[in-house]
Structure formats: C-alpha cells, structure tokens
C-alpha cells in the first residue's frame, strides 16, 4: 500500500516535471517567437517615430485559404508635391519572413491605392505602414483568421 | 511549367483628371523556397522581386515583392490620367529574367 502511494505521487511527480519542461519548452519558443518581427522592422525603419492610425487596410476578417488572400489598402492623401505618401509597406506577424511587399509611390497616381493578393501561414496580424514626404510615418494593422495556412513546408 | 505570361488591363481611353484603375497580372510560380515538390525535395526559391511602372518614360510606380506574395502576382494601383501616353510595365526575376509588356491609353 504505502509503497503504491510512492508510486502515484512519484508519477504525479514525473507529471509535473514533465509539464514543467512542456512549459518551459513551449515558453521559450515564444520567448523566441514573441519579438514581434513584424513590430521590429516598423521600428527600425521608422526609428521607432510612428503613429498608430486607422488607415484603410481591406483584409478579410477571415481567410479560407491562405495562398490566395486579397488585401488593399485606401490611403486619404492629396498626393500633391507637398503632400504625398512616398512608400507604403506591408507585414505580417506570423510568416516565416515578416516583409510582404513594399510599394512605391508617385504625385503621378493621384491617389495612394493598391490591391494585391498575399501569402498567409496561420492567424496573424498584417500591418501596414505609411511613410509621408514629410518623414512622418503611420500605422495600422488588422487581424486574419486563416484557416487553410499557405506557405507551404 | 507554364510560360510565364505578363497580362494587364488599362482603360484605352480616359478624361483628364479621372482616376483609372489599372490591373495586372503575371503568371509566375512564385517559389517561396519552403514548398516542397512531390519527391519531397525543397523547390528552391524564385519569385518576381520588383514590379515597375513607367508612364511616356517616366516612373509612376513601384513595388518591390517577398515571398508571401501569391503565386500569380496580381497588382492593382490608381493612376491619376493627364496625357495620352504609353505604359511600360516590368517584372523582374530573381534569376534576372524581365519581363515587360506595354499598353497605350488615349486621354481627352
């Protein structure tokens, strides 16, 4: 009797070993996934001197289908000399590689506009960032839901 | 592998100062360089990198893609129409092949 409850509570113990190491395994790997590499780069490249807005980002809420995920985006500028939107980039949180794409944009187009159509692995955030020809930059991001992730691998 | 077939869609013609809205498409695999083919052997990476627009020689446009870009890259953008004139669309490689097509638009 006495030596069967060893047992239980030195399997018990084992349990909690084990869920411990679990944790700690499950942990550190966010620990290593959690810098935000989608954040970082935003910092880097707008010297962390940016304003959270709301911009117009189109994604769907969710996607079935993460090879083919339609996203645009609508950005209020008069896209005069003096006041333009010079580059607008795309991220997303939870791909292998943070960078979607980056667009270039001239007073030429009369609007700061573009549709394309994206990669996403899993349930993410897609963030989007402005920068003006004045060196201000803003932000937006929206999260979707991907049921069917699409990077392959 | 299918050929790889750049197609676009601009407005033949347009009044001063309308938006057009112009669509193109480029049929490309866009290898991620993750995906796996059926022996289970990596792909190795190949995508369309930069996408560049030039209206009458003049660059109005441009867009510089990663791997989570779908396959068939589809890329649509505003111009704002002025004058009659000539689009040169260009897609390059990463193995450094271009490819370009060019559509005209008549402006009244």
């Known amino acids: 009797m006495k030596r069967q409850k060893m047992i239980t509570i030195s399997r018990r113990n084992a349990i909690y070993l084990m869920s411990g190491v679990a944790s700690t395994v499950l942990f550190s790997k966010y620990a290593i996934a959690k810098p935000n590499?989608?954040?970082?780069?935003?910092?880097?490249?707008?010297?962390?001197?940016?304003?959270?807005i709301d911009l117009f980002l189109d994604v769907p809420e969710i996607a079935e289908n993460g090879n083919q995920v339609k996203v645009s985006f609508d950005i209020e500028s008069p896209m005069t000399k003096d006041d333009f939107v010079k580059t607008v980039?795309?991220?997303?949180?939870?791909?292998?590689?943070?960078?979607?794409?980056?667009?270039?944009?001239?007073?030429?187009?009369?609007?700061?506009?573009?549709?394309?159509?994206m990669r996403l692995s899993k349930t993410q955030n897609v963030y989007l960032l402005a920068e003006y020809n004045n060196g201000k930059f803003a932000m937006t991001k929206s999260k979707v839901k991907v049921t069917i992730g699409g990077c392959g691998g | 592998m299918s050929k790889i077939k750049p197609r676009g869609k601009v407005p033949k013609k347009a009044s001063v100062d309308e938006i057009i809205e112009i669509k193109t498409l480029i049929r490309h695999p866009m290898h991620s360089g993750r995906m796996k083919d059926k022996n289970g052997k990596n792909i190795p990476k190949r995508i369309i990198n930069k996408f560049l627009v030039k209206f009458n020689g003049k660059q109005v446009f441009?867009?510089?893609?990663e791997p989570s870009i779908s396959t068939n890259p589809y890329i649509a953008f505003p111009f704002k129409a002025k004058e009659t004139g000539t689009f040169d669309f260009e897609w390059t490689d990463d193995n450094g092949e271009k490819y370009s097509m060019s559509r005209k638009m008549s402006v009244s």
Not at chain 1, 37 to 52: G, Y
Not at chain 1, 90 to 112: E, H, I, Q, R, W
């Open chain 2, 62 to 65: 441009g867009m510089d893609l």
């Open chain 1, 89 to 117: 980039y795309l991220f997303a949180d939870g791909n292998p590689a943070p960078n979607v794409a980056k667009f270039s944009f001239s007073t030429d187009m009369g609007a700061c506009a573009a549709t394309t159509r």
């Open chain 1, 37 to 52: 590499l989608a954040l970082q780069k935003i910092k880097e490249i707008s010297k962390n001197n940016v304003e959270e």
